[in-house]
Structures are given as structure tokens and as C-alpha cells.
């Protein structure tokens, strides 16, 4: 008789629970690509605690109930109704990696604890900074966008205010300017680097959603006399809302004639890097001094794998160095490969690899074709949107997000914001699509993200008579 420990890692109970695992994911992914069942579990968050409560609580059955449980009462991502927020219907290849990835578990901080890992993960931080135009650029890949886009906030203070300002702290009297729309990591950055409230210096918005790059002297100059000089400029490559994008080329001027440092982040939109059609919105790009890119929004990865680039390659190091290994030319040049030197996480996921499957597997023409096929898709919508008179939009989509209201006189009085949050609301409880969100200009508008590539306009089209019929009701309600 086999003890606990021999049952729990015996290779053929692995094996057996495996192929149990994978038809499980082959039939949902076949169910959803069909737009059967919902897109997500209708239950608020205190039915469901209560449901696994006592789900937990019951006698040990079959080792795949958990698994099959959770599956259908998840949010289905790759259901063509889901329009949410910006995570990836992932490749399944990618997902298998996952697994791979997961059993080996090789840590990573250290070369040792993940060779294989730490070399691939080197080859695509490569060809990611070539996209971006750094032919001399190096980075590393992070858990996640926010964490990235500290970690590159950390080397811009690094590199402004000089190798000692880890070790020794920086008084408040510093900051970060980017646009009122940028993502709310860009400010936390500034916090946890302890510049407080006033660490993140708003530049405001044009009626496109854009950085007003005229205003960034005045900006920069009202910033000083207030006692706070901005070290660095962040371009957003989207912007979340809206999906809009600012003028990188004249941030990049700004920030070359002031001696600041220019970080994009590219979160969701530097993923046009790979498409040459859609390129051209990233220009300027391959001037900024560090850029953020999730491979797990626009480019069918898990989450979560983020890069993190840098023009020169050196910088890579600029987040925690410190002045004694700053001085030893291993620490610049070499050990690139001992990776937990330049990033936050010691033990970090081997993310390299789900990425890896999907370069190998298909090549970046993959990343193209779904941007094209999700970008169209966006244009699609708010074409459809621009054609009903029930409905208005915010700003024509540059990237695959929309956001619009239902326009109806009766709507547009002064409880529309509170209307717009209850249908939203009523629709998710539906379980037939998945839609979020956001204020712009004070006022709720109702947010898609088009992120899976088998949303057809049929779909489109059905959440548009939904919402109408929400909107009709709402309005007898009231
Ligand atoms: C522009 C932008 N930056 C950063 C983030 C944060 O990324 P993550 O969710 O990977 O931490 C997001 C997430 O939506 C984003 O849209």
C-alpha cells in the first residue's frame, strides 16, 4: 500500500488525471467556441464563497469534480460574448506549457534553477526589444504589468537621481508626469517609491483621450516652482479606457530637450509592434528609455508574462543595483542569466516557455493575425454603434476597445450614470455576455475590450438588442 506522499506524486494517477484533465479543457473550449452556456458564473461573490464553503467541506469524491466544478463556474474567456477586461483568450498550446512550466517549477532567480527557462526567456526579451527598435535593448519578463511598470520606474530613478537612491532613499520632492488617462500603476509607482499623492504629476487629456503634449512645459514648469521636478515622462501605448494613444514622438522630444527619462507603457498596445499594418501607432517608441509589454493581453499568453524593455540593455540593471556591484563589470555586462539580479520576484514563474510555445508553434504572423482580427472587430462595433441612434461613442477605436452609452432622452437625464451601472449590472447577472465599465470625463460609460478573435457581429449586434431592451425596461422603471 502506497503512503500519501507516494499516491500523491505517482505518474501513472498523473497521467490518468491528465488526459481527464485535457478532455475536460477540449470539450469547454469546443462548448464556448460554439457560444454555447454562459460567458460567467451569475453568482455574486457571498453565493459563491458559500458554495465552495460547503463544497469543500463534503467527502473526497472523484479527483476531477474540483477541476470540472470550477471550470463551469468560471468566466469563460474564450466564449465569443466575453468583451471584458483586457485578458487574453489564451492559445491552448500556451496553456500546455503552462502545465510543463508548472510540474518542472524551476525558479528561475538563479541561472541554476532554471536554465532552459532563463535562456529562452533571454531569446524573447531579444526579439521583443526589435520590435520596439532597440537594437541594443535587454530586459527581463515580470509578473505582470504593474509590477513591470515599477520595476522600470525604479531604474529611471536610478538612472536620473543616481545608483545610491535605492540604498539611501529619496526625499518627496521628485516626481513622474503622465496623462490623467494613464493606468493607475504609473501613480502607485510613485507612491511606493514615497513620493506620495503629489509623486505623480497629471498631464491632462484631449477630447481623444491623448496627452495634451502642448501642455507638458507648462506642466513640468508649475511642477517645479510647486517644489517637485519631474524625473521621468510616462506615454501610455494605450491608454486603458479608451485604448487611445499618446504622441510618443513628441513626448520623446520633450523628454530629450528636459533630461528626462521616457517610459512607455505598452501594457495592452505595445502588442502592435507585431503587426506591420497596425505598427505605425507606436511611433516613437523606439526612442523611449524602457517600455512594458503583457504578452498575456494582446499576444494569447497565460497571465501572467510581461517584458519588460529597455533601449540600452544596460538599464536593465538600473532597479536594484547598488553602488558596490554597480562598480564590478559583472553585475553591468555579465551574469545576465542569474535574472532575480534585475527584478523584483526571487522565485519567479519559468514564463518564457508559454511564450516560447506559441513563437514556435506559429510565429509572430499568430500575434498578427489575432491583432488585425480583434482590431477589425472594434471597427466593426463601433461602426454598428455609430449607426444606431440609440447609441453614442466615446472616441473612433485605435486599439480593439469601445466604450458607449445608450442615447435616449430619457437616458440621458441626470440618473443615466446610476441607469448605465444597474443594465450593465442586469447583464452580467444574465451570464450571456461579459462587458465592463469606466468613467471618462465624469460620466459611467459602458466599456468593451474585443479581445477574443472568434467574436463574430452577430454577437455584436445581440448585445446591442440586449442593452436596448435593458435600457427600455430601466426607463418604464423609472
Ligand atoms: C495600460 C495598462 N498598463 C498597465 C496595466 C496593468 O497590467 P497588469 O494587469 O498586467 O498588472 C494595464 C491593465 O489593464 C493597462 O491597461
Not at 464556448?32 to 464553503?53: I, K, L, R, T
Request: charge should be negative; glycine fraction near 8%; include cysteine.
Amino acid at each position: 500500500m502506497k503512503d500519501l506522499l507516494e499516491q500523491a506524486f505517482d505518474s501513472e494517477k498523473f497521467r490518468e488525471m491528465g488526459h481527464r484533465a485535457v478532455d475536460l479543457l477540449a470539450n469547454h473550449l469546443a462548448k464556448v467556441a460554439a457560444a454555447s452556456g454562459n460567458v460567467v458564473n451569475a453568482e455574486g461573490p457571498e453565493q459563491e464563497f458559500e458554495y465552495w464553503s460547503e463544497y469543500m467541506q463534503q467527502p473526497h469524491g472523484d479527483d476531477m469534480d474540483l477541476m470540472t466544478q470550477f471550470v463551469g463556474r468560471a468566466i469563460h474567456l474564450h466564449h465569443p460574448r466575453y468583451m471584458g477586461h483586457q485578458v487574453c483568450a489564451p492559445v491552448p498550446v500556451a496553456a500546455l506549457a503552462g502545465l510543463v512550466s508548472e510540474l518542472l517549477n524551476n525558479g528561475m532567480a538563479v541561472y541554476e534553477m532554471g536554465p532552459s527557462a532563463t535562456a529562452l526567456e533571454r531569446w524573447i526579451i531579444e526579439k521583443t526589444a526589435i520590435q520596439m527598435g532597440f537594437p541594443n535593448g535587454g530586459g527581463f519578463l515580470t509578473s505582470g504589468g504593474t509590477l513591470a511598470m515599477s520595476t522600470a520606474l525604479l531604474a529611471a530613478r536610478a538612472r536620473q537621481l543616481g545608483v545610491d537612491s535605492l540604498q539611501t532613499g529619496t526625499a518627496p520632492q521628485w516626481a513622474v508626469m503622465g496623462s490623467s488617462e494613464a493606468h493607475y500603476c504609473s501613480a502607485r509607482a510613485c507612491h511606493v517609491m514615497g513620493w506620495g499623492q503629489d509623486g505623480f504629476v497629471v498631464v491632462p487629456v484631449d477630447r481623444l483621450f491623448k496627452m495634451r503634449v502642448d501642455l507638458l512645459d507648462e506642466v513640468y514648469e508649475r511642477s517645479v516652482a510647486a517644489g517637485r521636478t519631474p524625473i521621468a515622462v510616462v506615454g501610455s501605448a494605450c491608454t486603458t479606457s479608451t485604448g487611445s494613444y499618446d504622441d510618443l514622438s513628441a513626448i520623446a522630444d520633450f523628454c530629450n530637450r528636459r533630461g528626462l527619462w521616457f517610459h512607455v507603457d505598452g501594457a495592452h498596445g505595445a502588442a502592435v509592434a507585431f503587426c506591420p499594418e497596425l505598427r505605425s501607432r507606436l511611433s516613437g517608441i523606439e526612442r523611449a528609455d524602457s517600455v512594458v509589454l503583457d504578452f498575456h493581453k494582446l499576444l494569447l499568453t497565460p497571465a501572467l508574462a510581461t517584458a519588460v524593455v529597455f533601449r540600452d540593455g544596460a538599464n536593465s540593471w538600473a532597479a536594484f543595483e547598488q553602488k558596490a556591484h554597480y562598480l564590478w563589470d559583472s553585475a553591468r555586462q555579465g551574469e545576465w542569466f542569474n535574472v532575480g539580479r534585475r527584478t523584483f520576484e526571487c522565485t519567479k514563474l519559468s514564463m518564457s516557455l508559454k511564450i516560447a510555445a506559441i513563437w514556435r508553434a506559429y510565429g509572430t504572423e499568430l500575434f498578427a493575425e489575432n491583432l488585425r482580427r480583434v482590431h477589425a472587430l472594434a471597427n466593426c462595433f463601433h461602426a454598428l454603434l455609430s449607426q444606431d441612434p440609440r447609441f453614442e461613442t466615446a472616441v473612433a477605436p485605435e486599439s480593439n476597445i469601445v466604450c458607449f452609452r445608450l442615447h435616449t432622452p430619457e437616458l440621458d437625464g441626470p440618473d443615466a450614470d446610476g441607469l448605465h451601472v444597474r443594465i450593465r449590472k442586469d447583464l452580467v447577472a444574465s451570464g450571456e455576455f461579459y462587458i465592463v465599465q469606466t468613467v471618462l470625463h465624469g460620466r459611467v460609460w459602458l466599456r468593451t475590450a474585443l479581445m477574443n478573435p472568434f467574436t463574430q457581429e452577430t454577437h455584436l449586434r445581440e448585445l446591442l438588442e440586449k442593452l436596448a431592451g435593458f435600457g427600455c425596461r430601466d426607463q418604464k422603471i423609472e
